[in-house]
């Protein structure tokens, strides 16, 4: 079975302190692993997609990496902004679904 | 690019009514949809999936003539929660998978259903 696990569950970070959250899985033949954003009361924000073991995808203050087991989601200097909960999810070749993990809810304090 | 939409973002009603929450997916043709029901603080919980002109696939658990869904078209597909009850109360989102190297799915803003 499909598994994808999130840590931490929270994170708070003063303003401008870096910190990664990790995402580990187990997807029978990956075809992708996603980074969402979702701010409260709304729907997810796509974020990143990555495909290969060493890829590493950049966007402003965010920076995802995938290894074989895991995916880190980097945030250098962060602020409050970015506080939202990060969810990651995984996907298995020839079939459109979605594994997702139970998020890492980010406080970035002023 | 890739833009959901969803329709109502919140509705009220009340026990024993049937409510219709529309998914568009509006610059592009998704030929399949997903449904996703989330509770507070949790992830999201894959409900089914739709597929453009065929029976949606539903997930272990999820009742098939309480959750209505239809896909009449590339852009549009349609959930209704039939004779509602209070613990139907929930956040109900949508995605549209895009047709790119990944398959990204990408997410209508959800719909808060309250049940009186």
């Known amino acids: 079975e499909d598994q994808v696990t999130q840590s931490p569950e929270a994170l708070r970070l003063q303003e401008g302190e870096s910190s990664s959250l990790n995402c580990s899985y187990t997807v029978s033949g990956l075809r992708g692993l996603f980074w969402y954003r979702q701010d409260p009361g709304k729907g997810p924000e796509f974020l990143f997609t990555?495909?290969?073991a060493g890829e590493e995808k950049e966007k402003e203050r965010l920076k995802a990496t995938l290894t074989k087991k895991e995916s880190f989601l980097h945030i250098t200097a962060p602020k409050p902004e970015d506080s939202a909960t990060y969810l990651c999810?995984?996907?298995?070749?020839?079939?459109?679904?979605?594994?997702f993990g139970t998020g890492t809810r980010l406080t970035i304090i002023p | 690019g890739a833009v959901v939409s969803q329709h109502p973002s919140r509705v009220i009603c009340k026990s024993g009514t049937s409510v219709k929450i529309e998914c568009r997916s509006l610059?592009?043709?998704?030929?399949?949809m997903f449904w996703y029901r989330q509770f507070p603080k949790q992830s999201l919980m894959l409900m089914a999936t739709s597929n453009e002109g065929s029976k949606a696939t539903y997930e272990q658990g999820v009742e098939k003539d309480k959750f209505l869904i239809n896909h009449a078209s590339l852009t549009l597909s349609t959930l209704t929660v039939t004779s509602a009850h209070p613990e139907d109360s929930s956040f109900y989102i949508c995605?549209?998978?895009?047709?790119?190297?990944?398959?990204?799915?990408?997410f209508g803003p959800g719909t808060r259903l309250t049940v009186t």
């Open positions: 990555l495909y290969s």
């Open positions: 995605s549209a998978g895009h047709r790119g190297p990944g398959n990204e799915q990408y």
């Open positions: 610059d592009f043709q998704a030929t399949t």
């Open positions: 999810a995984g996907g298995p070749f020839g079939n459109e679904k979605l594994t």
